[in-house]
């Protein structure tokens, strides 16, 4: 497994990859989440490449990116086991040297729902995500759909843009109470830990409601919201249920929809979705 810093390395190396290549985009502190894109990507691909980088531009400032949970050396160890050819970890400046100012912004999509609670979020994803692809020029890049939104933004930038490699969409891998791997996870203490299990039982909520024929999307959102609520330390930033497409938001609900969430638990803000339908 190489482990490369710098655009230059990583140029050199790429021209001597065997084709395809499939790419992972990560900001480390690994977990099953990430080593299942990994190991998909493993799979389909002669060359997989994977990229650790905590990328400050989809941070807000008053967000975590001082804190957010880094450990290198253990990531290394993973995907040195996934059998990763290449980790591209390269520091701030190689991404965004002085003076740097071009940026990918995708409308619509990008400016509701994460977009809307965390300005200028999607603008640091598309921005980072656009470099990323230049530099490594994958063949197939793979999301997390935990990650909804910023996958339909992804798709949208690729096509809008041209961008010659395929999309790969990967299911969200979940803990034993259904919460989704997050590496922010790690911020919850015991109590709120087991709070934030709510998320993934109000997604279930409305699945189970859609399967017995409740098509009003508010009525699923006023149920979903008391479930969420019974937990003291939860708090809800929004709860949504769009087209799994577009993101419009629905009144009738039609599939498929996407039900997705944002809801702090303590200080740690989580996010969810399901789609149903
Ligand atoms: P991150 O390191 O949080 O930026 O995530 C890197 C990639 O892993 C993104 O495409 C995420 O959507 C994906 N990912 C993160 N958590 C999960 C999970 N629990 N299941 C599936 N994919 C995930």
């Given at each position: 497994m190489k482990i490369v810093e710098t655009a230059a390395e990583l140029s050199q190396l790429r021209g001597k990859m065997p084709g395809p290549v499939g790419f992972v985009p990560t900001m480390g502190y690994l977990h099953e989440g990430h080593l299942v894109l990994v190991r998909q990507a493993r799979a389909e691909n002669a060359s997989v490449a994977v990229s650790i980088f905590v990328n400050p531009?989809?941070?807000?400032?008053?967000?975590?990116f001082r804190q957010y949970p880094r450990d290198p050396r253990r990531d290394l160890a993973l995907l040195e086991g996934e059998g990763v050819d290449l980790v591209f970890m390269p520091p701030v400046e190689e991404i965004y040297?002085?003076?740097?100012n071009a940026w990918v912004e995708v409308g619509g999509l990008g400016e509701r729902l994460e977009g809307a609670s965390r300005p200028g979020h999607f603008r640091g994803v598309a921005t980072v995500v656009a470099r990323l692809f230049e530099l490594v020029r994958p063949d197939r890049a793979y999301f997390g759909q935990k990650d909804a939104q910023q996958l339909l933004v992804i798709r949208k930038m690729v096509a809008d843009l041209d961008m010659s490699l395929e999309v790969v969409a990967v299911p969200t891998v979940r803990e034993p109470d259904g919460l989704a791997m997050s590496?922010?996870?790690?911020?919850?203490?015991p109590e709120e830990r087991k709070q934030a299990a709510v998320l993934y039982q109000a997604l279930t909520l409305a699945q189970k409601l859609y399967g017995e024929g409740e098509r009003n999307a508010a009525a699923i959102r006023r149920r979903m919201t008391a479930l969420i609520l019974k937990q003291p330390l939860a708090d809800i930033d929004y709860i949504s249920i769009a087209d799994?497409?577009?993101l419009d938001e629905l009144d009738e609900v039609k599939p498929p929809a996407l039900v997705s969430m944002a809801v702090r638990i303590g200080k740690t803000r989580l996010i969810d979705n399901v789609v149903v339908g």
């Open positions: 531009t989809q941070f807000g400032p008053k967000e975590d040297p002085p003076g740097f590496s922010r996870n790690t911020y919850l203490n799994a497409e577009t």
